[in-house]
């Protein structure tokens, strides 16, 4: 058994390892610009497994309608949590359609899961309380062009 579990190890350690050795924010994603209501929001977009592990991680600030934007294969349930990211935020669980399913705000530095209400494609997180702050809620809808087609 020790044997097995030796070599699965290092795999799984090989596999995390580019993920949980960045200690540096990722700051140069591609970026889409997205609506909701009357509100613009530059988001990064996180569509690759390793930049969607990193997401928001070791950054100390982030602009007022800056976000980035989480982007799954395939709709499921997603859940996320705050090791290692220093701004509380608010992720915004979306739907295909741009809808806001739930919301979820989070707290710096914390293990607790954050998770959607339903199976979405699109998670959005922005400084805490940016959604709350224009009235957004779930059931608002957000556009641009993930949500286009």
Not at 57 to 84: I, T
Request: proline content about 7%.
């Amino acid at each position: 058994m020790k044997r097995l579990s030796i070599p699965l190890l290092g795999l799984l350690l090989a596999l995390m390892g580019p993920a949980w050795s960045q200690e540096a924010p990722q700051l140069q994603l591609p970026r889409v610009t997205l609506s909701a209501g009357m509100y613009l929001i530059q988001a990064q977009v996180a569509s690759t497994p390793q930049e969607r592990t990193v997401g928001l991680m070791f950054r100390k600030e982030m602009p007022a309608n800056e976000g980035m934007l989480f982007v799954f294969e395939q709709a499921s349930g997603q859940c996320f949590w705050m090791k290692n990211t220093l701004l509380p935020l608010t992720a915004a669980f979306v739907a295909d359609d741009g809808t806001i399913v739930n919301l979820a705000d989070m707290q710096p530095q914390s293990l607790d899961s954050h998770c959607s209400a339903r199976p979405v494609r699109y998670v959005l997180e922005m400084n805490k309380g940016w959604f709350e702050k224009r009235g957004l809620k779930a059931g608002a809808r957000l556009s641009g062009p993930p949500f286009s087609r």
